[in-house]
T-cell receptor
Framework: AQSVAQPEDQVNVAEGNPLTVKCTYS??????LFWYVQYPNRGLQFLLK??????LVKGSYGFEAEFNKSQTSFHLKKPSALVSDSALYFC????????????FGKGTTLSVSS | GAVVSQHPSRVICKSGTSVKIECRSL??????MFWYRQFPKKSLMLMAT?????????EQGVEKDKFLINHASLTLSTLTVTSAHPEDSSFYIC?????????????FGDGTRLSIL
């Protein structure tokens, strides 16, 4: 069975500092990995994905993530956090079969202070 | 980019009422759509996979007679919460992926906040 773990309920960083939101996954076969962000009372916005290729993936709003197969991790990073980055972040995994849905981690609340 | 529209955004109704939520892919066709439920400060729980022209596939523990899903066209799926009760109050989010592109991200609607009094 596929699963995703986000070990931190909340991450607090100061504006301008680098941020990391952690994610580990478990899936049989090659994983499709995704990061989404959710603002209050809204749906999810896609940030980035890893399907194949370079382990470092760059996405929207300056975010990036590094796929590490040996550690089964896909941590989300940003070199310099903004207050507007404060939101709920979800890591998700999907198998490579057509029609399968994303399975989400529990989410990590990112709080960036000014 | 791909846009998913979900309507209504908020519903408040009395216990026993049935509520229909619509999910539309505005600029792409979606053979498959997904319905999620999100509890406060919790992750998204996949409820069912909606397949155009066929029966939906429900996740374990989700009552198919309670949560009726219809996917009548390549751009519209509906979720009907039948005889809703306060415990059905939640945030429901639909999602769709561009047909034929299995490695593409799922695109999400803005969700429906359902409150049953």
């Amino acid at each position: 069975a596929q699963s995703v773990a986000q070990p931190e309920d909340q991450v607090n960083v100061a504006e301008g500092n680098p941020l990391t939101v952690k994610c580990t996954y478990s899936v049989s076969g090659n994983p499709y990995l995704f990061w989404y962000v959710q603002y209050p009372n809204r749906g999810l916005q896609f940030l980035l994905k890893y399907i194949t290729g370079d382990n470092l993936v760059k996405g929207s709003y300056g975010f990036e993530a590094e796929f590490n197969k040996s550690q089964t991790s896909f941590h989300l990073k940003k070199p310099s956090a903004l207050v507007s980055d404060s939101a709920l972040y979800f890591c998700a995994v999907r198998g490579n079969q057509a029609g399968t849905a994303l399975i989400f981690g529990k989410g990590t609340t990112l709080s960036v202070s000014s | 980019g791909a846009v998913v529209s979900q309507h209504p955004s908020r519903v408040i109704c009395k216990s026993g009422t049935s509520v229909k939520i619509e999910c539309r892919s505005l600029d792409f066709q979606a053979t498959t759509m997904f319905w999620y439920r999100q509890f406060p400060k919790k992750s998204l729980m996949l409820m069912a996979t909606s397949n155009e022209g066929s029966k939906a596939t429900y996740e374990q523990g989700v009552e198919k007679d309670k949560f009726l899903i219809n996917h009548a066209s390549l751009t519209l799926s509906t979720l009907t919460v039948t005889s809703a009760h306060p415990e059905d109050s939640s945030f429901y989010i639909c999602s769709a992926r561009v047909q034929g592109y299995s490695n593409q991200p799922q695109h999400f609607g803005d969700g429906t906040r359902l409150s049953i009094l």
